[in-house]
Structures are given as structure tokens and as C-alpha cells.
């Protein structure tokens, strides 16, 4: 008996990289989430995709910036994410036929080699942009690009990150707490397990000490499970891999998966350690923010954050001792290209600052927007303007998978009941007559709770948009 379904084998040779990408996406541990699923922390391998989504998506070409943080971005993270995990170990808390189920079909062999063909589609698709995106550091050798990175560490040390001051302001400060929690547990463990990867080889005699400081990365964390599961028990969470799953953002995915994307691509070892030392400079700037924020919103201040400074030297030694072994090994090009791997780490990040302060201040603010989408439909009824719309019709307890738009919508509910919700925290109870505006990129779901619920979502231009 063949190990692959003659539907597998058959798209081995498909030159249509959309139909790879949805083929990977049927997975049924992929499936799209139901009423019970928001969160599942009996069950690491069941990650919802959207996968009929993928009918009018696009994964063929690179994504365009202004699309970073739209719809293709989000479900495409999601699975690359599920690619890059399936050759590594997830286990559940306790043994469940579902769990059992999902874990069969997520490392199943046709899992494996349509994660395998989708990859570098996904990979293409999502990366790409970094190129046009990056800016150099200043500095065409390894002492002049030891002092640029020197001197972003002392300007991320005195510039305030936006998530910060964002949870801060927010009036539920619970929510926001446990909402950053999240999103840190969507791309924490993913970055030092993608150190574990990028250490595997046999490259001591090349590039001494590399392997050692990789693993020692990762044998640290590994050392700090308890006082990680302390850390999201405070907020009531489940450290089970994808527990939150359908509330991690892109961005948040993105920042894992850039890390894993370098680690697996052998050929890519200099950027990978420019990334990798980036996530190290920015896990000491913002491990006290990070405290500030759960000890404000939840009432405690977890000492994980206490083991998150710079190794002493690791800037002091950057150029002996990892620059100059790169240089070489690779030629006059190493140096840039492991500042390329940094330069890209760090427009990541910052896309990801802006997104979670976006949808912080968004989620903390939606009596403003249903108060917001109350003006807008009156504007577009006493105008008589026509806007385009989308209509809904859902039977009781048919549920929206955590998504984005692509523009600003309204809900408007015109009939039955639905729960609305962006956070493990709370639902948003949506009743007949209702509407609430839902920006462009924000994350969200929806349950129907009656028998049958009809909602429209009108789509708002740029331009009306910014009258209210």
C-alpha cells in the first residue's frame, strides 16, 4: 500500500503553486475552528487555517508591503508555522481521541510532503518584501557593523515600544495583558527552538564555539519551563503549543517564522545569526516592559523577564568572535548578509510593535466603534451612497475562524444573535439591530448564538473612513 494518496503524488509534479498551498491547507487538523475551539489547550496539533479562503488568495507571486498585514499574511504564517513544526516534537497534556486524531493527520506522510512542496510557495510569498524593506546598518566591515548594532541596542534601550505604551493606556488592562501574552507565546519558544534547530551539524572545527552558544541558547530556555508556565498561568493560560491559536497575530507568527525560515535553509547560515542575535538584543530591551505590562494588567510580576539580559560580551565579542570566523568561511560578502539577517529581524519586529498597539487600542476601544458604525451607516442611508456588500446567513453555532479584512467593514446584525470576540478574555454580544466597524487588519471571529443569524458587512472606503 502506497505511503501517499495518488492525490499527493499527483500534485508532486503541479506547476500551480495555489493548488499545492490549498491541498496542504485540507488537512483536517487545519479545518476551520468550531463554536467550541477558541482556544484548545488539550490539543497542540488542531490550528485552524481558513481554508476556504484560499479559493480567492493568491500565494503565487511575492506579497506586496501593503499587504503585510493583511489576509494572505495571516494565513500564510499560519501555515507556515504548521510546516516548519512538523518535524519537531509536540505533545498533548493528556491523551484525547481528537488530540490522537489531529496529531495522525498533522505528521502524517502526505502532511509531510505537502508541507515539504508548499514551503518555499509560502516562504516566497511572504518573505520576499524584506529585501525592499530592509535598511543597512551602517558599516561594510565587522568593527564598523559591531558598533551600528552597539548603537541600536543603546537606541531600542531609550526609545519606548509602542505595545508598551499602548497596553498602558488601555482601560481594561487584564484584557491587554493576557492579549501581549499571547501574542509572546506565538513567537518566544518558536525563536529558541529555531536556535536548537540551526545548531544541529557538525561545523565545530569551522566556526568554534557556534554550536555551543546555539545549544546553550536553547538549554537555557529549556531551563526556564517553569517559571514560563508561572508566567501564562497568571493569566490563566495553557503553555500547550497553539493553545491560542486563532488569537495569535501574523506578525507575531511572522517573527518565529523568519528565524525557522533561516535555520532550515542551510545556505543562509550568516543572516540567520544576524536575525538570531536580533531576537536576543530585543528580548533584553523589552523583558522589563514586557514585566511592567503583566504586573500592571494581572497583579503580578513574573520573574521569567529577570532572566532575559545580553550574555556578558555578547556585543563586546560580536565582531572576534562571530564576524570574522562568517568572513572566512563566506567570502567579503558575510558581513552583510548576517546584517541583512539583523536589518530583517528588526523590520519584523517593528511591524509587529505597530500591529499589536493597533489592535490593543482597537479591541479596548469597541462601544467607540459601534458608536463609529452607527454614524457611518446613517451617512451611507441619508447620502444614498451604494457601498459594496457582503451578506451572511448562519445557522446556530456556525463560527468565523479568526481572520482579517483586507478593507474596513461594518458588522451589522439584522437579524438573530452572534458572539463577537478578539481575545480569550471576554465576547462581545452582538443582538439584533447591532453594528460595530471593524478596521482594516484587526483580528476577530464570531459564533452565531440563535437558531439563525443574518448579518451584512457593508465595505467602507479609505476615504470615508477617515471622516469618523
Not at 203 to 225: F, I, K, M, N, V
Request: charged share 25%; glycine share 6%.
Amino acid at each position: 500500500m502506497p505511503l501517499l494518496r495518488p492525490e499527493t503524488l499527483a500534485l508532486i509534479s503541479s506547476d500551480d503553486a495555489n493548488d499545492i498551498v490549498k491541498a496542504f491547507a485540507a488537512n483536517t487538523a487545519f479545518r476551520a475552528a468550531e463554536w467550541e475551539e477558541l482556544s484548545t489547550e488539550g490539543n497542540p496539533y488542531r490550528r485552524p487555517v481558513r481554508p476556504d479562503d484560499l479559493a480567492w488568495l493568491d500565494y503565487s507571486t511575492p506579497m506586496p508591503t501593503a499587504k503585510a498585514l493583511k489576509l494572505s499574511a495571516l494565513l500564510g504564517h499560519r501555515m507556515l508555522r504548521n510546516i516548519y513544526d512538523t518535524d519537531l516534537l509536540y505533545l498533548p497534556p493528556a491523551p484525547s481521541d481528537a488530540a490522537a486524531a489531529d496529531g495522525a493527520a498533522f505528521y502524517s506522510d502526505d502532511n509531510r510532503v505537502l508541507g515539504a512542496l508548499a514551503a518555499p510557495v509560502l516562504e516566497q510569498h511572504l518573505f520576499s518584501l524584506l529585501e525592499s524593506e530592509r535598511k543597512p546598518l551602517a558599516g561594510d566591515g565587522p568593527g564598523r557593523l559591531a558598533r551600528a548594532v552597539a548603537d541600536y541596542h543603546e537606541r531600542r534601550l531609550a526609545e519606548p515600544d509602542r505595545f508598551l505604551t499602548a497596553a498602558l493606556s488601555t482601560r481594561d488592562r487584564k484584557a491587554s495583558a493576557t492579549f501581549v501574552m499571547l501574542q509572546l507565546s506565538a513567537y518566544l519558544p518558536a525563536t529558541r527552538t529555531a536556535a536548537a534547530r540551526g545548531a544541529l551539524g557538525e561545523y565545530e572545527a569551522a566556526h568554534p564555539g557556534a554550536r555551543a552558544a546555539l545549544l546553550d541558547s536553547y538549554r537555557a530556555w529549556t531551563g526556564l519551563h517553569d517559571s514560563y508556565r508561572d508566567l501564562l498561568a497568571g493569566a490563566g493560560l495553557s503553555t500547550t503549543t497553539g493553545a491560542y491559536w486563532q488569537l495569535y497575530l501574523g506578525t507575531s507568527l511572522a517573527r518565529g517564522n523568519h528565524l525557522h525560515w533561516l535555520a532550515r535553509q542551510r545556505e543562509k547560515y550568516p543572516e540567520f545569526l544576524g536575525a538570531l542575535l536580533h531576537h536576543a538584543i530585543d528580548r533584553a530591551v523589552t523583558a522589563q516592559r514586557f514585566a511592567q505590562v503583566f504586573e500592571d494588567g494581572l497583579g503580578a510580576r513574573p520573574v521569567l523577564f529577570d532572566h532575559f539580559g545580553l550574555a556578558p560580551g555578547t556585543l563586546d565579542d560580536l565582531s572576534a568572535r562571530w564576524l570574522e570566523p562568517l568572513g572566512a568561511l563566506y567570502g567579503p560578502a558575510a558581513v552583510e548578509r548576517f546584517a541583512n539577517g539583523f536589518a530583517d529581524a528588526v523590520w519584523l519586529t517593528e511591524l509587529w510593535d505597530e500591529d499589536l498597539a493597533t489592535q490593543l487600542a482597537w479591541a479596548d476601544s469597541i462601544e467607540l466603534h459601534q458608536e463609529k458604525a452607527e454614524k457611518i451607516n446613517r451617512h451611507i442611508e441619508d447620502n444614498g451612497i451604494e457601498v459594496d456588500l457582503d451578506t451572511f446567513v448562519e445557522s446556530h453555532e456556525e463560527t468565523s475562524t479568526t481572520h482579517v479584512h483586507d478593507e474596513h467593514r461594518l458588522v451589522m446584525v439584522e437579524r438573530g444573535q452572534m458572539h463577537f470576540w478578539n481575545n480569550v478574555t471576554h465576547k462581545i454580544e452582538l443582538h439584533e439591530g447591532d453594528k460595530v466597524l471593524i478596521p482594516v487588519s484587526r483580528l476577530h471571529g464570531s459564533t452565531v448564538l440563535s437558531g439563525e443569524c443574518t448579518y451584512h458587512q457593508p465595505i467602507i472606503p479609505e476615504e470615508m473612513y477617515a471622516q469618523f
